[in-house]
């Protein structure tokens, strides 16, 4: 796996990352999105367009940002380990369950816009 969605998504999901990706590996959790992890084509399309800067290649995940590296592939994991592949993200499909560290994770909160 080569992008990673970082905690910098949790309570934002913009989307616009969604509609930047060629191949729709990009799916909707409940608090976040994240990158499939064989699906994905590592063209960074969606880390240019990240308005919270929360995509990066997983060799520049730093210390505070490691865990979510692993966080974005065991979404997709089944019971036996493996990875599901379910075909592409549509925008009318339901979230997907949120990984577990993500889902106990204190709201953020951000600075207004104004």
């Excluded at 990352?17 to 994905?40: L, N, S």
Aim: hydrophobic share 35%; glycine share 6%.
């Amino acid at each position: 796996m080569a992008l990673f969605i970082g905690s910098n998504c949790i309570d934002v999901k913009d989307g616009i990352c969604t509609q930047a990706c060629p191949v729709d590996c990009i799916y909707e959790g409940e608090r976040m999105f994240y990158i499939h992890p064989t699906e994905c084509i590592e063209c960074g399309m969606c880390e240019s367009i990240c308005p919270v800067d929360a995509i990066r290649y997983d060799d520049e995940a730093d210390a505070a940002e490691a865990d979510f590296v692993q966080i974005n592939i065991a979404v997709f994991q089944n019971a036996d380990g493996q990875i599901s592949e379910p075909g592409g993200w549509r925008k009318t499909a339901p979230p997907i369950p949120d990984h577990p560290a993500v889902a106990a994770r204190r709201a953020q909160t951000r600075p207004s816009q104004e």
